[in-house]
DNA sequence: CACATACTTAGGCATGTGCCTAAGTATCAT
DNA sequence: ATGATACTTAGGCACATGCCTAAGTATGTG
């Protein structure tokens, strides 16, 4: 998953995703790539289970795996510093303490 | 940097990393990897900034560069769909409701 | 049915990555 | 000074990765 996630085009796949779905050829157009080029990503992403994606007829819609990129930011909270661990409780402490926003 | 945590010694490295700093050959000991090898993926560490090192006499101490993986763990946060997006707040609304722990 | 559209498959090439062995270099210990 | 220790540098090999073009296949459209 994080050699998916290694490579640029894919990040920002990922990005233009996290906004919402789109099919292939949207995915593709913002990329001076050719078509094979980006589909063979896009399988990288679904291989990681990054996204998902449904063929309609002719069309291919790809969407962000709700949940996918949990692990890794589960993973990422776990190898910080104890320092930056401290930081993360403050925060919840500041969470706890002003309750000004929502 | 995502290309160097994607390797699974790498990986591994950081994640003794995270217990404590510690010197090259301690590093190295869990591998079985020639020395050279192990190094090279020392060095990619310390290239994408995740580690940094320093060397005393002829023993290399390395360890984890504080805050390093923050920018990932955020930009992870923000490719995250609505759905986990709400699920955050509600995990900051918890803390503020039951203040149980510290 | 003929043709455009939206991918898909196949094959190939250049470069990158991970690993190795062999041979340094710079301390530290005796 | 002699040898051990702890890396370091150099060079090489096998396979993975990212990109391409060319040629499908499947599905709408007139």
Same mark, same amino acid.
């Given at each position: 998953m ?5 490579d640029?085009t894919?990040r920002a796949v990922v990005?233009?995703l996290?906004r919402?779905?789109a099919?292939?050829s ?7 790539? *050719? &078509?094979?080029s #980006?589909?063979q990503? /896009?399988?990288v992403l679904?291989d990681?289970g ?5 063929k309609? @007829?002719?069309v291919?819609?790809v969407?962000?795996?709700p949940? *996918? &990129?949990?692990? #890794?930011?589960?993973? /990422?909270?776990?190898q910080r510093?104890?320092?930056?661990q401290?930081?993360?409780?403050? @925060?919840?402490?500041?969470?706890r303490?002003s309750?000004k926003e929502?």
């Amino acid at each position: 998953m994080l050699r998916a996630l290694a490579d640029p085009t894919r990040r920002a796949v990922v990005e233009r995703l996290a906004r919402s779905p789109a099919v292939v050829s949207e995915i593709a157009a913002p990329f001076s790539m *050719a &078509l094979p080029s #980006l589909m063979q990503h /896009l399988r990288v992403l679904e291989d990681a289970g990054v996204v998902t994606s449904e063929k309609h @007829g002719r069309v291919r819609t790809v969407s962000l795996r709700p949940g *996918a &990129l949990d692990v #890794l930011h589960l993973w /990422l909270g776990e190898q910080r510093t104890p320092a930056e661990q401290h930081a993360d409780r403050l @925060g919840i402490h500041l969470a706890r303490t002003s309750p000004k926003e929502s």
